[in-house]
């Protein structure tokens, strides 16, 4: 089995981060997923945005939480990056979602950003979108907040849900069990043979985060990592190719 390769936040280092630009193209690059951040806007619409204010990619400011998604869809996402992406705007779940049942070989791992107490019925929004858009077989819900994979989980358990962190865990198939969760999203700081080698044996795929580096993409590939999240997945199949053929 090949090692699946994610574009992390799209393809994030050729293309402003989290934006159809960048989907669009780790798709033609030929990548098995997307990677991809979401926050709630002021009017509970689901944004894909990394941080939880617009600040440092777009040319507003203020919290995501402050803006309508109409408002934060007048901003411009792309220029930060570069002006030949100025008409790129911040997407919403579910125009990625329209543009996913176009292209049903990617996967797409939606991280659930969290801003506590704040983010009410953000759970059930997320599910009910997978379910009107029908994506539920491309999806995987990932996030550092474990009480919401928890929650997606009870909403319906048929959606694969991956726990994020960046500890050295110890077993740690057997506590994403008690979240529902059934994959792991390991930092690849905390990721050593034997993480590979025990979620192997647990049935628990994993995709390590965040790797650009060209060792350590060849070090994964070379344990049979079943997926790596970078912000060059060219890159990576290219070392894929070399690698694993
Ligand atoms: O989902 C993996 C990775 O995206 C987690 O960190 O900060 O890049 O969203 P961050
Ligand atoms: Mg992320």
């Known amino acids: 089995m090949k090692t699946k390769i994610f574009g992390h936040r799209g393809s994030s280092g050729t293309h402003p981060e989290n934006t159809m630009a960048a989907f669009i193209e780790a798709e033609k690059v030929g990548a098995d997923g997307i990677e991809l951040d979401v926050h709630y806007t002021k ?5 894909v945005i ?15 939480r402050n803006h309508t998604l109409r408002e934060l869809q007048q901003l411009d996402v792309g220029s930060w990056f570069s002006g030949e992406f100025s008409n790129e705007r911040v997407p919403s779940l579910q125009e990625v979602f329209s543009w996913l049942q176009d292209v049903p070989h990617i996967q797409l791992n939606i991280e659930l950003k969290y801003v506590a107490l704040d983010y009410v019925q953000f759970e059930e929004q997320i599910v009910q979108a997978i379910e009107k858009y029908n ?9 550092f907040n474990h ?11 048929n ?22 969760a059934t994959s792991l999203h390991p930092n690849v700081l905390v ?55």
């Open 159 to 180: 959606i694969e849900c991956a726990i994020l962190y960046m500890e050295r865990l110890y077993e740690p198939w057997d506590y994403a069990k008690t979240v529902g």
């Open 135 to 143: 994506v539920m077989e491309q999806v995987i819900i990932s996030s």
């Open 147 to 157: 009480y919401a994979l928890k929650k997606v989980n009870e909403l319906n358990p």
């Open 191 to 245: 990721t050593e043979p034997t993480l590979l080698i025990g979620a192997k044996e647990a049935g628990f795929p994993v995709r390590v985060y965040t790797i650009n580096d060209e060792d350590k993409l060849k070090k994964l590939m070379s344990a049979h990592c079943p997926a790596i999240i970078t912000d060059y997945p060219e890159k990576a199949l290219r070392i894929r190719k070399e690698i694993q053929g």
């Open 50 to 64: 990394h941080d939880d204010t617009v600040d440092r990619t777009t040319n507003g400011i203020g919290l995501v």
């Open 43 to 47: 009017d509970n619409q689901l944004a």
